[in-house]
Each structure stands twice: as structure tokens, then as C-alpha cells.
């Protein structure tokens, strides 16, 4: 079964358009990624699913409801942790769990229950007395998860969860969002870390301008890209590259210059490795190191947008 089927999803802010007739389905099971750059249009297209958004045009359907004629359906059976965190700091870890439970229906012994038992999921056992003024970064974003997930929600929507969190909080949700698959939950991961996404996603979407580039799963999208390679050259002195000149040696598909590392994506079978070499030594450029590197969801975004996932 499907939990998400969107048709034809369009989000225009004015004239612009942040979700550009975006059509995809997520089945049952999966951690499903939404990766994609600052603005690229995760966020709102989550927010139409989640019903904080009123969309344009299209079709959302959550659960086998069509979210125009069911939001409050849809809004119980989600589990959403936003971007930015949701919880009150002047209540104690334990009243913000319990008050966002109660906020989708739980009541009495139940909601009790359910709020220790998610506490303990995030690893916040022994800390419910305590307000979230008082905790880290990573243990504010446990507990906005905490928040969300009380109620047992079918779907879990988690929007760039690990944001600004230290390493080993980041592995904390990381492993919960696995363990909370395993139980069955069906999640929505939106990221713009590619290493995240290929670490735990079954399937991706990359997102750019408001529309799906590609989809499938990290070994698809990987595929999608098996006739070129990215050569990775550091240099000393990056005011001196030309990048226009790279471009122009045989087989060069793409070059883009970050700091003082230039990435290459060259065709596969064309060796112009002796051509790239030669053209440093002319112009005087000192190469520090020189590296061919696989296919990951970084170079399948670099290869299909020409930008960087991380500044583009
Ligand atoms: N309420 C709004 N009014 C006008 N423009 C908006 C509004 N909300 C979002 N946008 C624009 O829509 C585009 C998509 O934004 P969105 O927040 O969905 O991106 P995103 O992929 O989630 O990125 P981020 O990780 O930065 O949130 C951006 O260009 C953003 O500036």
C-alpha cells in the first residue's frame, strides 16, 4: 500500500513557483529522503502534506484519504517534526511530550504511557523533569521528536532533523529513525546531507527548483551517472585555474572550483587525465593531490544540476 501518493503538486508564493507539479508516491515501509539545497522546496512541499500549507494545484492523497476531505485524519496519523524546533521551554521534558499527545487524542493512562515510553525511545529517560532550557542542542531535537512520535503516528515526517546537532546526537536519530522503521512506521526524510540520505534512505527523491530530478533508490540514482567520473584535484593557488580552459580539454563534461578544490566530471572511456595534468604544469598551477572518485548522491547532483548540494 501507498501511506503518501501526490499528483501533480504545485506551490506558487506570488509569481514564484516553490513546488513545481511534483508527483510521487511513498509505500508503506519505507524511509523515503527528500534531498535537496536550501530552498529547493522540501519544507513546503511538507507543509501541503501535513495540511499547514494550502497548495495550487494537485492531489495529495495520506493513508488512502484525500487530504482536502480529510485533514483531520491526516493530521492525527502523522507524526511531523519541523525544521524549526517545536517545543515549550517553560514546560518540563515530560509536559511537552505529554501536551503535543494530547494535541492528536491521547488521554488518561494511555497518554502517560506513551509519553514515558517516547521519552525513553529518544534517550531521554530520567530527564523528564527537566526544561529543555537546560538541554543541549541534540537533546531539544530528541525531545521535538519525542513530541511527534507519542502518539504512534503510521507516518513520520522529519524535516532536516540533525540540523547544527553535535555528531553523536546526529548518529542518536539516525539510529532512531531506523529502529522506529523497524517497528513499522513508514518515514519522510528531508536532508540536504547527501551522506545521511545514502545512509539510511530506501529510496530518494532529489529535489531542485521545486520539481523531482530524479527518484529511485541510492543504487538508481548512482546508475544514472555510471558514464562519467569526478576527478578531484587540490591545488595552491586557485586564482590562477581557468576554469573555462578545463572545460574546453576532451571528455571535461562539467568543472567547478570550491576553495582550492576543482571538481571534474569527465566521460568514462575518454583519458584525458595526461591533457588535465599537462594543462596545471603549463600554467604554473601546483597540484597537491589528485583523486578519481566514485559515483555518491553528491556527484549524481553535481551531474544532473551542475551545482554543488551544498552551495548550490
Ligand atoms: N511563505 C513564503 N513566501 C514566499 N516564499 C516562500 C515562502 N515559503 C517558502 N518560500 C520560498 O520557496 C522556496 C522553497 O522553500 P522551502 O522552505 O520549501 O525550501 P527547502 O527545500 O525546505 O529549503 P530549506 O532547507 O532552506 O527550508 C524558497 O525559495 C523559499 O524562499
Known sequence: MNILEIQDLTKKF??????????????????????????????????????????NKGTIIVLGKNSEKSATFIKR???MVPQELAIYEDLT????????AGLYGMRGKKLHERTVEALKFVGLEGKEKIYPR????????????????????KLIIMDEPTVGIDPQSRKYILDSVRKLNAMGCTIIYTSH??????????????????KIIAEGTKEQLKSLITDSKLI??????????????IQAIQGVSNVQLDDQTIQIHTELGVNNLNHLIAHFIQNGIEIRSLD???PNLETVFLTL?????RDA
Not at 93 to 100: G, I, L, M, R, S
Not at 193 to 210: K, L, Q, S
Open 14 to 55: 506570488g509569481d514564484f513557483i516553490a513546488v513545481d507539479h511534483m508527483s510521487l508516491s511513498v509505500a508503506e515501509g519505507e524511509i523515503f529522503g527528500f534531498l535537496g539545497s536550501n530552498g529547493a522546496g522540501k519544507s513546503t512541499t511538507i507543509h501541503m502534506i501535513t495540511g499547514l500549507l494550502r497548495k
Open 77 to 79: 496519523n502523522i507524526g
Open 93 to 100: 521534558a515530560y509536559e511537552n511530550v505529554h501536551f503535543f
Open 134 to 153: 537546560n538541554f543541549s542542542g541534540g537533546m531539544k531535537r530528541r525531545l521535538n521528536i519525542a513530541c511527534a512520535i507519542a502518539h504512534r503516528p
Open 193 to 210: 546531507y547527501m551522506e545521511e540520505v545514502e545512509e539510511i534512505c530506501t529510496r530518494i527523491a532529489i529535489i531542485d527548483h521545486g
Open 232 to 245: 578531484v584535484v587540490d591545488v595552491k593557488s586557485p586564482e590562477a585555474v581557468d576554469l573555462a580552459a
Open 292 to 294: 578519481e572518485r566514485e
Open 305 to 309: 544540476t551542475g551545482r554543488n548540494l
